[in-house]
């Protein structure tokens, strides 16, 4: 029974479209679905092994991205952003 739950509970962060990820008290991401990687363009690897913050604009960055058409903080690979809003 448990491992039926773990294996629904692993299909579904997998299959997740929304961007979820597990992260430290200490700042750094444990897991990333791979909706979260392919948002982004990092490995989830990379996103490991780096602080969280790193991935987060600068509110000026932000509301410069926002207004460009770009929707929110999350950095891209590519020095764009992309924001997956909560709906």
């Not at 299959?15 to 990687?37: E, H, R, V, W």
């Not at 990092?42 to 780096?50: A, G, N, P």
Request: aromatic share 10%; hydrophobic share 45%.
């Amino acid at each position: 029974m448990l491992s039926e739950r773990t294996a629904e509970r692993d299909r579904l962060w997998d299959m997740a479209q929304k961007i979820l990820a597990i992260a430290s008290i200490d700042g750094y991401f444990i897991s990333c679905n791979p909706a979260m990687t392919e948002a982004l363009g990092w490995t989830e690897h990379e996103l490991q092994v780096t602080p969280f913050a790193s991935f987060a604009e600068s509110a000026a960055a932000t509301a410069t991205a926002v207004t460009a058409g770009c929707r929110g903080p999350w950095s891209r690979r590519a020095n764009c952003c992309t924001w997956r809003g909560a709906t």
